[in-house]
């Protein structure tokens, strides 16, 4: 009987190609598959196949591109789905399959897990209870109080890249509830503030620091935006204290305090993500729960362009190489923009994956321009290759309470959650 | 060669007919026709007058070709057989339409099988029916027409004959008689008419019985759809006096007739055999059946009765797509929690919707950022808080809360932004606690960051007027002196009402005006607290209420009410609500109105909040629109309490509930 139902079943005429060196000999053999066929039956075949012409070869995972899109369902489906054309041989790229993220650490922090950073093999978090948690790639880690009366820390941003193996001279900009930015400095296993600035009206949402490092700008539940003068010999922007204030605090070594640069309003809410534009110095993105991504010209301080979106928007990250953008909503799908074009409003892909709640947190791998991270509230963290909008890569387990932040840089994924841990995972 | 010779007598045939049919059939034409013959008549016997044109023939008005395989066509009148004529050659026939100059006159006629020539009158009639002429010879159509009698009366008599004379004698008879009768007069004999003697009229109590002006409309109706009466069914060989034996009953059968249920049994009654009419008894089911009959009759329908047979669906209004009434809440983003036991109330911070400040049942009020759902402080109260609300302007961090211990606090959040917090910490110190006049009820203290007020009675809500400088407290008893309201500025409380008016639920201000809402169980007052009158009484149709929101311009109230009931009252309409809907299957604890979006939610004890799209024309000509939307469920039950208490985000259209398991859900767009 089964013999009989496969006789009726369709076929395919398809061959492989990859454009990675270790498979340039992939031999151009037309094969004849069943519709039914599968990722993992795929997979076989070709494994088989190089085997044939190639005795030291081992058996590996291999992703299929058809055209622009993964093959995720059976072939039947794919083709329904696409309408590909089945008349001719189908060409399917091959692309060595991703290998899944190891869990690496799981760090105990403690308090809730509000911003995660990774530089040079260094893990750097924020807490809401006042604290930096800093983890190197070995798992040891470093827990530094911050000195301060309101101790909620919303936001980092790392200024000074820390030397390899070598914490001391790391600079940190860290954004919290109390309106402050404060710019810390990590020596011999303590904090110095070295500079606060001074000016949000609200809790301090989002900062991120210029490439050159001498800017800084911050996003706050004040819907403002403010850019600050990093750099140490710029006195330009400093706040002149009065007498009996300096007065009171003398014992203190004092730490600088300055004013922002400019101030943008324009935002109808809680700005709650900006990134420098990785393509033009001067401009920068932001998200807000005002529906829209906005980008800014900082030198003239205004408005460039304004993608609306469905929803508040969480989070973005914009991509160097491709000039994709990645948003994320308070809703369970991250959605890809590409604010280069003019029509920079229409949605390129919406990523289907997530349970309910919303998706707090996106990043790029900055390793692949075509896979990026999502954490959401229903605990989960994924990652997904833009070509395939249906289906994650992988699905990171493993946090009991909602996830708040992600970074994704030198092959580790870091994820801190509200369960007050922090995980590590790695990547290829 | 077949086809040919059926062709030509077709041909000759209608062609013989078309000869004779205008002599036979147009009468008109025969009249005209003939006449210019007759005098012509010489002998009739001399010739064959008859109209059959060929009586040699005697088979009569049948289709000749059944005499086509024959070799002759039909016999005469002496029973012989008319043999056909031999058919002519092609070259015969052409030779003779050569040759023969009367060829074209010649048809042939099937019946005699013989070409006849048609005669020069014949002719010319053919020719007259082919031109569209009346086919009679000579006829003119438009004769000139001669009047004989006109309606013009004419001088002249028609006739010549002389009048008579008895026209011009008078009539000696009639002299007699008037004679007769002026002698009589003379006489005084003239006896006048008779007067008619009045019949008494009689009324006919019937006369209407025939005219259909007095008949009802059923009666009518009746008559034009008219049903007759059912029938009774005609007997049956079976219920003859002698049937045949095959119908009689055997052993078994009348065994089975007699276990039959008497309603279910095929014939009511058992075939019997009798010699004899004569020995037929007298029929004892007589008067059962025809009282049955006259039940049947009784009960037989005597109207078509006209149903409706509608879907349904069609009767349900028409709503609108919820996806064309977006944004309201649709799914559940996160939980906060951290209160341990029930969360009684939760209030919003106003304007940046950042922070969210909740009271709960262990004594405590949490101030949490809204965003990530992270509690920032907490206040132990020190006794069961029963209600909490952020100062409506967005410069003050203040909070009132109601605990129990018959206290109301006024809090400093400390939370937001660090020049609103001084501000509202000077504003604090300056409330005038120390002027307080001896014998007042309420006692005014303060502490480092707080105003506290205690009361005489323990409180169940406090909710503040939208200039932020009153606020008004009612009590959780059942007492005439329940409402307080208080002024912050002056630091005075007063007690606008002295007379029980009914038991207290719930108060509010009027949004822009000094006006006062009051709701007890089942009625709302609406005061004006400055001239201390009441404007307007409210039924409202709910026997118990539990909450009561206003919207942004006063004119509308949404009360929400234990007995699972929604009212929403339009003020301008009058006292009763213009929308009443029972949507929760338990009693519904909280309402809310969104302050920018058409957004209009209420919570229930059945463990779900429906959220309702609720547009408020404030143009008179169109309607207000209310359609619910989505039903949100969350939160775990706890003693049979579910939500308590919900609030709207102040910006976005997100809806935050307090629920009695301790935690406070966030529903988003």
New interface residues.
């Given amino acids: 009987m089964e013999e009989g139902d496969s006789t009726n079943e369709r076929h395919v005429q398809l061959t492989f190609f990859s454009n990675e060196k270790e498979l340039a000999d992939i031999p151009e053999v037309v094969f004849d598959v069943p519709t039914s066929a599968e990722c993992d039956d795929l997979n076989l075949l070709l494994n088989k196949t190089i085997e044939t012409t190639n005795d030291t070869w081992k058996d590996r995972r291999f992703e299929f591109l058809v055209g622009e899109t993964f093959l995720r369902t059976s072939l039947a489906e794919f083709i329904e789905e696409f309408e590909v054309e089945t008349e001719t041989v189908l060409k399917v790229e091959c692309v060595i399959g991703v290998e899944a993220p190891k869990p690496l650490h799981d760090i105990q922090a403690p308090d809730w897990v509000s911003s995660v950073q990774i530089s040079n093999n260094f893990i750097f978090s924020t807490t809401y209870g006042g604290d930096i948690v800093i983890v190197d790639r070995k798992g040891n880690e470093t827990k530094l109080a911050v000195n301060s009366a309101n101790k909620i820390l919303k936001c980092s941003a790392i200024v000074k890249k820390p030397a390899k193996n070598d914490l001391n001279g790391t600079q940190l900009l860290v954004g919290s509830e109390s309106q402050l930015l404060t710019l810390y400095s990590i020596e011999k296993g303590a904090l110095t503030e070295n500079l606060i600035l001074r000016g949000h009206e609200r809790a301090v949402e989002c900062v991120a620091v210029s490439s050159d490092m001498s800017r800084a700008i911050s996003g706050s539940v004040d819907q403002n935006i403010k850019v600050w003068n990093l750099d140490e010999n710029d006195q330009t922007t400093n706040y002149e204290k009065q007498e009996e204030e300096t007065k009171t605090k003398k014992r203190r070594k004092e730490a600088i305090t300055k004013v922002p640069m400019v101030t943008i309003g324009g935002h109808r809410d809680k700005v709650t993500d900006i990134q420098w534009c990785p393509w033009k110095t001067s401009h920068a993105f932001s998200s807000s729960w005002d529906h829209s991504v906005v980008e800014w010209d900082l030198e003239l301080a205004g408005e460039i362009s304004r993608t609306k979106g469905p929803k508040s928007f969480t989070s973005l990250d914009l991509n160097l190489s491709t000039g994709y953008m990645i948003t994320s909503c308070t809703d369970a799908v991250p959605r890809l923009y590409d604010p280069k074009s003019r029509d920079g409003t229409l949605v390129k892909n919406s990523f289907i994956g997530h349970q309910t709640g919303w998706v707090e947190s996106v990043r790029w791998n900055p390793n692949d321009s075509n896979q990026f991270v999502s954490v959401s509230t229903d605990k989960t963290a994924k990652t997904w290759d833009i070509r395939s909008s249906k289906s994650s890569l992988f699905d990171i387990h493993g946090h009991e309470d909602r996830v708040l932040c992600v970074a994704w840089n030198d092959n580790l994924i870091a994820s801190g959650s509200a369960d007050c841990t922090i995980k590590v995972f790695e990547t290829r | 060669m077949s086809t040919k010779a059926e062709d030509i007598p077709k041909k000759g045939k209608r062609k013989s007919t078309s000869t004779k049919k205008p002599i036979k059939k147009d009468e008109f034409g025969e009249k005209l026709d003939v006449k210019p013959v007759l005098p012509k008549v010489v002998d009739e016997y001399d010739y064959d007058s008859s109209d059959e044109e060929d009586l040699r023939n005697t088979i009569g008005n049948i289709p000749i070709k059944w005499y086509d395989d024959e070799e002759h066509i039909g016999y005469d009148k002496h029973g012989e057989k008319i043999i056909k004529p031999e058919k002519k050659g092609e070259i015969e026939t052409f030779l003779e339409k050569m040759e023969d100059p009367d060829y074209w006159r010649k048809v042939f006629d099937r019946q005699s099988g013989t070409d006849i020539k048609l005669t020069d009158e014949q002719i010319e009639k053919l020719q007259n029916i082919a031109s569209g002429k009346y086919p009679t010879i000579g006829y003119n159509p438009y004769e000139p027409f001669l009047d004989i009698y006109s309606s013009q009366k004419e001088i002249h008599p028609i006739d010549n004959i002389p009048a008579p004379k008895a026209r011009f004698i008078p009539s000696k008879d009639e002299m007699r008689m008037v004679s007769k009768m002026v002698h009589a007069i003379r006489m005084g004999w003239a006896i006048g008419p008779k007067e008619k003697k009045e019949e008494k009229k009689v009324y006919d109590l019937w006369a209407s019985e025939d005219s259909m002006d007095n008949l009802t409309k059923s009666q009518l109706s009746r008559m034009r759809v008219h049903m007759p009466a059912p029938k009774v069914t005609l007997p049956t060989h079976a219920e003859s006096y002698n049937p045949a034996e095959e119908y009689l009953f055997d052993d078994d059968e009348k065994k089975k007739w007699e276990e039959t249920e008497k309603e279910d049994r095929v014939m009511n009654f058992v075939p019997s055999k009798f010699d004899s009419l004569r020995k037929v008894p007298q029929y004892d089911k007589f008067i059962t059946e025809r009282f049955e009959r006259c039940l049947d009759l009784y009960l037989a329908p005597r109207q078509r009765k006209m149903r409706i047979h509608a879907d349904p669906t069609d009767l349900l209004p028409d709503l609108p797509n919820p996806n064309d009434l977006r944004p309201f809440p649709t799914?559940?983003?996160?939980y906060m929690r951290g209160h341990k036991g029930q969360v009684r109330c939760i209030s919003m911070e106003p304007e940046?919707g950042?922070l969210l400040a909740s009271g709960g049942q262990d004594g405590t009020v949490r101030i949490w950022?809204l965003?990530?759902?992270?509690c920032?402080k907490t206040f132990d109260m020190g006794g069961e808080v029963t209600s909490v609300a952020f100062s409506p302007i967005a410069e003050r961090t203040m909070l009132a809360v109601a605990y129990e211990g018959k206290h109301i606090a006024i809090l400093n959040t400390g939370c937001?932004?660090?020049?609103h917090i001084q501000q509202t910490e000077q504003f604090i110190s300056e409330v005038p606690t120390d002027e307080q006049e001896d014998g007042a009820v309420v006692h005014w203290r303060k502490a480092k960051d707080r105003v506290t007020l205690t009361l005489p009675n323990e409180v169940r809500q406090v909710t503040w007027h939208a200039k932020g400088d009153y606020l008004a407290t009612v009590a959780v008893d059942d007492i005439a002196k329940s409402v307080y309201v208080h002024q912050m500025s002056k630091s005075k409380s007063q007690c606008p009402f002295t007379k029980r008016k009914g038991h207290v639920q719930a108060v509010v201000f009027h949004p822009t005006q000094a006006r006062l809402f009051v709701a007890t169980k089942i009625h709302v007052r609406e005061y004006d607290l400055a001239r201390c009158v009441l404007i307007k009484k409210l039924i409202t149709g709910i026997k118990h209420i539990s909450s009561i929101v206003p919207d942004a311009s006063g004119e509308n109230l949404f009360l929400g009410g234990l007995d699972r009931r929604f009212a929403w009252m339009d003020l301008q309409m009058g006292n009763k609500p213009w929308k009443k809907l029972k949507h929760h299957t338990s009693a519904i604890r909280s309402v809310a109105y969104h302050k920018k979006y058409p957004l209009l939610a209420t919570v229930s004890d059945d463990g779900s909040a429906m959220v309702y799209y609720a547009r408020i024309y404030s143009d008179f000509s169109k309607d207000n629109e209310l359609y619910p939307v989505k039903r949100l469920k969350a939160h775990e039950k706890a003693d049979d309490l579910s939500m308590l208490h919900t609030v709207w985000h102040p910006?976005?259209p997100w809806l935050i509930t307090a629920g009695a398991d301790g935690s406070i859900a966030l529903f988003?767009?």
């Fill in positions: 799914n559940l983003a996160f940046k950042e950022m965003a990530t759902g992270r920032i937001g932004d660090k020049l910006i976005q988003t767009y």
